[in-house]
C-alpha cells in the first residue's frame, strides 16, 4: 500500500457520534483523496486537496469533513449529519492532481472499515 | 459518479486460464487506469494506458484500448490463484478520475 497510512483499521460508531478518520502519507505527495467505497460498488470521491489549506468538495461530501493543515496528513470527519455511513473508506496520493502531469497514478492506503453501532 | 462500466460482474477460471475483463466509459479521457483491489484492502495501481495509445504490456498484463468504442480490456495471461481479487478500470476525465464497480475475479487451483 505504498507510503499511506490509515488508521484505525475497523471503527464503529455511535448514533450522533463525529468520528476522525487518520490518514498520512509520507511520499511527499502533493494531492490527496478521500474515497467512499459501498459493497459491489466502485470508488466515490468524497473530498480531496491539492495542496496544503486547500481542499475540494468531491462528488459525495454532505456529511464528511477535512482538513490539510500538513502536507504529510489529510483526516477525514465523518459528522452525524452523514446518516448512512457504513462503507469502507480509501485514503488515496498523487504527487499531482490528475491530469495535470504525466504521473498520474493514483498510491491508495489499506483502508478504514467503518460500522454503525 | 461513475465513469466506468466493467463486464462481467464475477468471473471464476482454473489456474493457468486467461482472464479478459472489459471497461466501457461514456466521455472523453485523458487516460484509462486498472487497480487491483484484494479483499479488505487499498486498491494497488496495475497499469495506465493514455488516450493516444492502443495496446500496452507489463509482464502478464495486456491492456489495450479503443477510444472510438470508449472501451477497454485487461487480459491478464497465465492466472495464478494469487490473482483472485477485484479489478476495476478507472477514467481521467478533466482532471478527474472515475471509477467503475469492478469485476470479482476467482482463480481456482
Known amino acids: 500500500d505504498g507510503g499511506i497510512t490509515q488508521s484505525p483499521k475497523y471503527l464503529f460508531r455511535k448514533e450522533g457520534q463525529n468520528v476522525t478518520l487518520s490518514c498520512e502519507q509520507n511520499?511527499?505527495?502533493?494531492?490527496m483523496y478521500w474515497y467512499r467505497q459501498d459493497p459491489g460498488q466502485g470508488l466515490r470521491l468524497i473530498y480531496y486537496?491539492?495542496?496544503?489549506?486547500?481542499?475540494q468538495k468531491g462528488d459525495i461530501a454532505e456529511g464528511y469533513s477535512v482538513s490539510r493543515e500538513k502536507k504529510e496528513s489529510f483526516p477525514l470527519t465523518v459528522t452525524s449529519a452523514q446518516k448512512n455511513p457504513t462503507a469502507f473508506y480509501l485514503c488515496?496520493?498523487?504527487?499531482?492532481?490528475?491530469?495535470?502531469?504525466?504521473?498520474?497514478?493514483?498510491?491508495f492506503g489499506s483502508g478504514t472499515q467503518l460500522s454503525v453501532l | 459518479s461513475q465513469q466506468g462500466e466493467e463486464d462481467p460482474q464475477a468471473l471464476s477460471i482454473q489456474e493457468g486460464e486467461n482472464a479478459t475483463m472489459n471497461c466501457s466509459y461514456k466521455t472523453s479521457i485523458n487516460n484509462l487506469q486498472w487497480y487491483r483491489q484484494n479483499s479488505g484492502r487499498g486498491l494497488v495501481h496495475l497499469i495506465l494506458i493514455r488516450s493516444n495509445e492502443r495496446e500496452k504490456h507489463s509482464g502478464r498484463l495486456r491492456v489495450t484500448l479503443d477510444t472510438s468504442k470508449k472501451s477497454s480490456s485487461l487480459l491478464i495471461t497465465a492466472s495464478r490463484a494469487a490473482d483472485t481479487a477485484s479489478y476495476f478500470c478507472?477514467?481521467?476525465?478533466?482532471?478527474?478520475?472515475?471509477f467503475g464497480a469492478g469485476t470479482r475475479l476467482t482463480v481456482k487451483p
Open positions: 511520499l511527499n505527495h502533493d494531492a
Open positions: 486537496s491539492q495542496i496544503v489549506n486547500d481542499f
Open positions: 478507472a477514467t481521467v476525465e478533466n482532471n478527474d478520475m472515475r
Open positions: 488515496a496520493s498523487s504527487p499531482e492532481r490528475q491530469g495535470t502531469t504525466t504521473n498520474e497514478k493514483l498510491f
